[in-house]
């Protein structure tokens, strides 16, 4: 793997994301955030109205349904919304090479939704949740990615 001047990575996780720009080169990194994204998204107990629904089968028997687990929707929403926020800034031109460092279930949502013009420019996919630290650990940990491939 190697991370020209002027890649974009992306890093993120089910509410939260950074867009970095590699402004050093191939073998010194130094990333600069361009955007910084979050999302609301409180625990599902303070976004559910009511309790379990209830189901009758018609022999007189109750089956409880299910609640929406609107806590993980909106994590679902927010990786459809960065995948098309990638696609719009593929498609302007903004980016050749991206790097995506994100969880793994928020990798694997943002994947599936990811426009093809995307994946043509992905050179990296890494499964860690580094959302909480800082810049220049993430800079570390692709600098010995880099050097491990």
């Known amino acids: 793997m190697q991370i020209d001047t002027d890649t974009l990575i992306l890093v ?9 720009r590699n402004e050093g080169d191939e073998k010194y990194l130094n990333l600069q955030v361009e955007q910084k994204k979050t999302q609301d998204n409180p625990p599902n107990r303070e976004q559910a109205a009511n309790r379990r ?21 909106a994590k679902d929403r927010f990786a459809g919304d960065l995948a098309d926020m990638l696609y719009k800034r593929a498609h302007r031109g903004d980016f050749e090479k991206l790097v995506v460092i994100a969880s793994p279930s928020t990798l694997g949502e943002i994947r599936d939704q990811w426009h093809q013009e995307v994946s043509n420019r992905i050179i990296a996919e890494i499964d860690k949740n580094v959302t909480n630290h800082p810049v220049d650990e993430i800079e570390a940990m692709l600098q010995s990615e880099m050097e491990a491939a």
């Open 12 to 20: 993120a996780d089910g509410g939260k994301a950074l867009f970095l």
């Open 53 to 73: 629904g209830r189901m009758f089968d018609g022999n007189g028997h109750k089956s409880a349904v299910d609640d929406t687990d609107w806590h993980e929707l």
